[in-house]
């Protein structure tokens, strides 16, 4: 086999070729490089984020008074919450919330079931757990004032805050949480059975308790609380709602 040589007659184009291949190459290397270094940098991101294994933690004080507006059906694609919200300052939550809050008497007035439509009535802890059909939609007990929503309560889902506004509980605040979606706007006062959210497509269920105006629920307020705890708070909730004629039994169950 003639070998190639780079002096002779056609040096010039031969050593022009070499030049462009190894450009090419060189080019090639860079792009494969690159290649690899978006895939790190998505990779270090994801994991920044947290994986699918990852639960953010309940944070009790977070508040943010723009809510959506309500909507008449509910959907598979509709969100839960946002994983990405941010807790504001406690004394922050507080002012939002004594600003909306309205001074009321107690009277009379009857209340309904907000939880007419529950398909399975699950532990006490802070407040009652419960799971409804999706869509369902959980309704004020009596005239209620919306004082404010946290986009990211437990895992990425939401907690309306509401004052009763009638009543003998006037002037005390509830809240529902966690799988809930269509929320009513912060600041807006609803009759009796209009509704303050539905119950979303995924989630860990509700939680529906007594709430303090310090942006805390009144199970931590009181007696405090721990994972799975049966509070005095909570209790006191499922008791309000038997009451209405929820059926909610007692927990434990006997």
């Known amino acids: 086999m003639k ?10 184009l031969h050593r022009l070729l070499i030049v462009a291949l ?36 309940a944070r009790p004080q977070a508040i943010d008074p723009t809510a959506g507006q309500q909507a008449a059906v509910v959907t598979p694609s509709d969100p839960v919450g946002n994983v990405h919200a941010h807790a504001p300052p406690l004394s922050e939550v507080r002012s939002e919330l004594r600003q909306e809050f309205i001074a009321v008497k107690v009277n009379n007035a009857n209340y309904i079931d907000p939880l007419q439509f529950v398909s399975h009535w699950e532990r006490t802890d ?44 006037a002037g005390r605040v509830q809240y529902v949480a966690e799988e809930i979606t269509d929320l009513a706007p912060a600041g807006s006062i609803l009759q009796q059975g209009q509704v303050i959210a539905r119950y979303a497509a995924s989630g860990t269920a509700i939680e529906y308790g007594w709430s303090t105006l310090n942006g805390i629920t009144l199970a931590r307020a009181t007696t405090g609380y721990e994972e799975g705890e049966i509070t005095p708070a909570g209790a006191n909730m499922r008791n309000w709602l038997n009451s209405l004629g929820a059926g909610a039994g007692p927990w434990p169950p006997a």
Request: with cysteine; aromatic share 4%; charged share 15%.
């Open 3 to 12: 070998r190639l040589s780079l002096v002779d007659g056609k040096g010039k």
């Open 126 to 169: 802070q407040g009652v757990d419960a799971q409804l059909p999706v869509g369902a939609p959980i309704v004020a007990p009596c005239q209620v004032k919306i004082l404010g929503i946290e986009p990211n309560w437990y895992a990425g889902q939401p907690l309306v805050y509401f004052e009763l506004l009638q009543g003998p509980d």
């Open 22 to 57: 190894v450009l090419g190459l060189g080019a090639g290397v860079t792009v494969a490089a690159a290649a690899c270094g978006s895939a790190s940098s998505t990779t270090t991101r994801s994991a920044r984020n947290g994986g699918p294994g990852t639960v953010p933690k």
